[in-house]
């Protein structure tokens, strides 16, 4: 499948939507995208272009590490594939993507809640080796940080604190 990642533009909204409702239970994420889109910034969003058809979304959000504000960390959430698309490297494309373009806005690190067997193939590793902890309660190996600046998080111990938006989730 020839496959561009690109940023998102508005008339891609309706098929973002489409993806995270196919890839997820819910329309949960499907409102979670549009509330970020509408109240966080910066964010970074980028789709997977099949021949004009999106078949992969991801998004980054900024976050906050406390007693740490100035620093740029986005959280990696949601990120979304199209079922008959999963597992051809649509979402391993999104992630590098993303990470990049995370990387070129200044951000000096990425924080995800999501499977400990996908993400450490990124770099991503148990935020609790820096110290960071989640607000949310989740195991500890399912929440992960990458620096993108190297040393951006050593000796910056706290807790992530998501956008509002996400208290819907």
């Known amino acids: ?17 489409a993806v995270n409702r196919a890839a997820f239970e819910t329309g949960v994420e499907s409102d979670l995208v549009d509330a970020l889109r509408e109240q966080a910034q ?12 999106i078949v992969g979304h991801i998004l980054f ?3 906050t590490l406390s007693d740490h504000a100035g620093l740029n960390i986005m959280a990696l959430a949601p990120m979304a594939v199209l079922p008959a698309e999963q597992r051809r490297g649509v979402g391993s494309a999104l ?9 070129e806005i ?10 400990a067997e996908y993400y450490p193939r990124f770099g991503f590793v148990p935020a609790s080796r820096f110290g960071i902890g989640c607000e949310y309660d989740v ?3 399912v929440f992960m940080a990458l620096e993108l600046e190297p040393g951006a998080l050593r000796g910056r111990s706290g807790t992530i604190k998501y956008h509002a938006a996400f208290a819907n989730v």
């Open 1 to 17: 499948m020839r496959m561009e990642i690109r940023a998102e533009g508005p008339a891609d909204i309706a098929g973002i939507r």
């Open 42 to 53: 910066p964010i970074v969003s980028l789709v997977a272009d099949a021949a004009g058809s």
């Open 106 to 115: 200044g951000c000096c690190a990425v924080i995800v809640l999501g499977h």
């Open 61 to 63: 959000s900024p976050v």
């Open 95 to 103: 992630v590098r993507a993303g990470l990049e373009r995370c990387n």
């Open 139 to 141: 195991p500890d190996e």
